[in-house]
């Protein structure tokens, strides 16, 4: 809280402002879907434009800590994989659905290897 006058119930403000009040909410600040960058990297620029959203949508990704060594953090370079796959065109698409083939045909072929390997054993 402010600092109380000592004679009267009179506050001076609140303390880290000294507004009395407090600093208002401005509401086209905290809109739903708005990026925080364009309050500090990207100031200036209209949050409205297309462009710029999709480079503010950009330095949110760069920016996002995820954890490493864990299986949320392998999840979730997966699911920035799928991400980027799924926002690419032409050459960049092509080459991401190659990939994912190539792992499947790999995870198809241990799995076959696998399968092999347990009957032979057992029979």
């Known amino acids: 809280m402010g600092v109380t006058c000592p004679a009267s119930s009179i506050t ?3 303390p880290a402002t000294g507004y009395p009040r407090g600093m208002p909410d ?3 600040q905290h809109r739903a879907g708005r990026s925080p ?3 500090d990297e990207l100031l200036g620029l209209d949050p ?3 462009e710029a959203q ?3 949508a ?5 920016r996002h800590e995820r954890p490493a060594f864990t299986v949320e953090g392998y999840l979730d370079g997966v699911r920035e994989f799928a991400d980027s796959a799924n926002r690419a065109e032409g050459g960049r698409r092509w080459a991401a659905v190659l990939v994912v083939l190539l792992l499947l045909g790999v995870v198809a072929y241990v799995v076959w290897e696998s399968l092999v390997f347990v009957v032979a ?3």
């Open 48 to 50: 409205d434009d297309p």
């Open 26 to 28: 401005f509401p086209e």
């Open 54 to 56: 999709a480079f503010a």
């Open 12 to 14: 001076t403000g609140h």
């Open 121 to 123: 054993t057992w029979l």
């Open 37 to 39: 960058q364009f309050d």
């Open 58 to 62: 950009h330095l949110d990704r760069m």
